[in-house]
């Protein structure tokens, strides 16, 4: 559960925080660089070819405060826990009853 808690913790928020801004951030950059009108019109129906000020800002404070907060805490609260556990559990091969 310890292993768990530590992998959950590296990779969940990159996951949660970080991925779906790149992604959105890749998907309005390659929107950009249509040059036929035709493909702009059939596109923005779709989503939108820009961002606007606002989503750039939550974007950023998704990817450079969420992320690394977040994979800092819960790998420190999962070290923590991996200590503690080493502190309660018997040595290894050692015979208790």
């Excluded at 590296?10 to 998907?27: K, N």
């Excluded at 702009?40 to 450079?64: A, E, R």
Aim: charge should be positive.
């Amino acid at each position: 559960a310890d292993v768990q808690a530590i992998l959950g913790s590296l990779f969940g928020a990159p996951v949660v925080f970080a991925y779906p801004v790149l992604f959105y951030f890749a998907l309005t950059r390659r929107n950009r660089s249509f040059t036929s009108e035709q493909q702009i019109t059939t596109m923005k129906k779709k989503i939108q070819t820009s961002m606007n000020w606002k989503h750039t800002i939550i974007g950023v404070v998704f990817l450079l405060v969420c992320t690394p907060l977040f994979c800092i805490l819960g790998t420190t609260g999962a070290i923590a826990s991996i200590i503690q556990n080493i502190g309660n559990s018997p040595l290894p091969f050692s015979c208790q009853k």
